[in-house]
């Protein structure tokens, strides 16, 4: 029987990504680490080399031109998880990861504004002197949820 109150699931994308490569590799993790689906917003995605495993046509992939037309798609239910450097962001070690979320990213160059980062529910971060490549970033916050911790 489906129990809406137990399942989970997890979306994951980028806002204005810099570099096309980051997508494809991002991308990848994406499939491998169990994301149900994938997003950009603004830049289009195009075919990538670096997504080997070509999960744009494993799981579902969605364009948004602006972040308004993002949130307005979100998920019923679902809790908007904003990925940045802020002193607001819980860190990531102690983090609960909500059962029914979709993670955002920025831009390495520029990161999430400061409007979006008011619309997110969660604000999350890890230890890091500085920024890392968007696609690395992605890949560990997937990897913790998938670690054996409480969900909110």
Known sequence: MNDNFINEYFG???QNGKTP?????????AQNLGATFIFTIGNRYAKQASD???AVKAI??????????????????????????????SDLETFEHPRRCVYLLGAEDHGLSKKV???????????SEKS??????????????NLSKPRS
Do not use: Q
Request: glycine share 8%; proline share 3%.
């Open 60 to 89: 579902p992939y969605f364009h948004y031109d602006t972040f308004e037309a993002f949130f307005e798609n979100l998920p019923k239910g679902a809790r908007l998880v904003g990925v940045e450097l802020d002193e607001k962001a």
């Open 21 to 29: 490569e980051n997508l494809g590799v991002l991308w990848r993790s």
């Open 52 to 54: 080997t495993h070509d």
């Open 117 to 127: 980062m008011a619309k997110c529910h969660h604000l999350v971060k890890f230890k």
């Open 132 to 145: 890392l490549n968007v696609a690395v970033a992605g890949t560990i916050i997937m990897y913790d949820r």
């Open 12 to 14: 994951i994308g980028i």
